[in-house]
């Protein structure tokens, strides 16, 4: 039998965003269901099928290790969090460099109207180190994707700013399998005072 630990498919959270529209609040600690919204995302990469979770801290990481209990996972600093998403991006990536993982699903701690039934979806879609896969809401590009180790170091040359891997998607959209799951998810973000009405 297999180490649990030796899945291709690792989760990759980003958590490291400082909700500038939130009044400076990290959104990992933001609350959802009584509890931090980076351990609601975590449950969520492992309800799926992630038994490996890195999860990228940059706005309030020293708060989020205090208060946010997250056992089993990899926690990755990211000191540069403050210029964008790709930077995430970047770290997370480079701290899967090491391990047996052959491919990435990353998801935003953003983002909790995506849950396990979305993303056990584009999991299945998984098919290799070569898969590009992306959850479609009404057939738009979204969260979470799938990126095999093929494309690892070409994604973390292209991500910059809040950008994240769109250049590289765009640049290769045909090779990307698209998994619809406008039925079973909401793919909001939260951004600003107005979407906290999505935390419970």
Not at 21 to 43: Q, S
Not at 123 to 151: I, K, M, Q, T, W
Request: glycine residues 12%; charged residues 20%; aromatic residues 4%.
């Amino acid at each position: 039998m297999t180490d649990r630990n030796e899945q291709p498919v690792a989760g990759l959270l980003l958590a490291a965003g400082g909700g500038r529209r939130l009044g400076g609040r990290p959104k990992a600690l933001l609350e959802h269901r009584g509890r931090p919204l980076v351990e609601h995302a975590v449950a969520v990469l492992r309800a799926a099928g992630c038994t490996r979770v890195h999860v990228v801290l940059g706005a309030g990481a020293d708060a989020v290790r205090e208060r946010a209990e997250l056992p089993g996972c990899v926690l990755v600093d990211n000191p540069l969090w403050e210029q964008g998403m790709g930077t995430s991006l970047r770290a997370g990536l480079d701290s899967l460099a090491g391990t047996t993982a052959r491919a990435a699903l990353v998801s935003l701690v953003d983002q909790p109207g995506i849950g396990p039934e979305a993303v056990a979806r584009v999991l299945a879609a998984h098919r290799g180190e070569s898969s590009l896969v992306s959850a479609a809401y009404d057939g738009v590009r979204g969260h979470p994707v799938l990126f095999g180790a093929a494309h690892w170091a070409d994604i973390a040359a292209t991500a910059t700013g809040d950008r994240g891997a769109r250049a590289y998607l765009k640049a290769h959209e045909q090779e990307i399998t698209l998994v619809e799951c406008g039925d079973v998810a909401r793919a909001y973000d939260i951004d600003t005072e107005a979407d906290l009405v999505h935390l419970e």
